[in-house]
């Protein structure tokens, strides 16, 4: 069974995505670095952002809500802008879901320190959204390169 190339692309940035993720949001955060030893954190956020970057970028319902964004705001399907806008609201989108389960996975729902879920995530989202959005422009032509690469196909 061969996969698609757009396919094997969109698991390759529901992987690398996370991991950049993963491995400056700490330093976004004001971390003095990265935790490797408890199980809530670099590799237990890794997994969970993994887990939710795969299961939601494969759902039908995702592409079809970022198509519908592209469509609402006027981008022309192909152009390098449709392209470009695509990764801006597929990284934002994903970036609040995934903030959303790294909240939950770190913390629960309850208030830590006088702050509440709700705020800890919109924290979150505001600090780390331009770095993830600019990693992931950066990485998709490298993911999209290395997924041809991949199945074997030309562009």
Do not use: Y
């Amino acid at each position: 069974m061969k996969l698609p190339v757009r396919r094997v692309i969109g698991i390759l940035n529901g992987f690398f995505n996370p991991l950049l993720l993963c491995a400056f949001l700490p330093i976004i955060e004001g971390a003095p670095g990265l935790d490797l030893t408890g199980p809530t954190g670099f590799w237990g956020q890794l997994i969970v952002a993994t887990v939710i970057a795969e299961v939601l970028s494969a759902l039908p319902l995702f592409g079809k809500t970022v198509g519908m964004c592209l469509d609402f705001f006027g981008f022309e399907q192909g152009s390098a802008s449709h392209k470009i806008a695509g990764t801006v609201i597929g990284a934002t989108l994903l970036f609040m879901v995934i903030g959303f389960g790294e909240i939950a996975f770190q913390g629960g729902f309850g208030t830590i320190e006088g702050r509440t879920f709700f705020a800890r995530w919109a924290g979150l989202v505001t600090k780390g959204w331009a770095f993830v959005v600019i990693a992931g422009v950066l990485l998709d032509p490298f993911t999209a390169a290395l997924g041809r690469m991949i199945v074997r196909e030309e562009k």
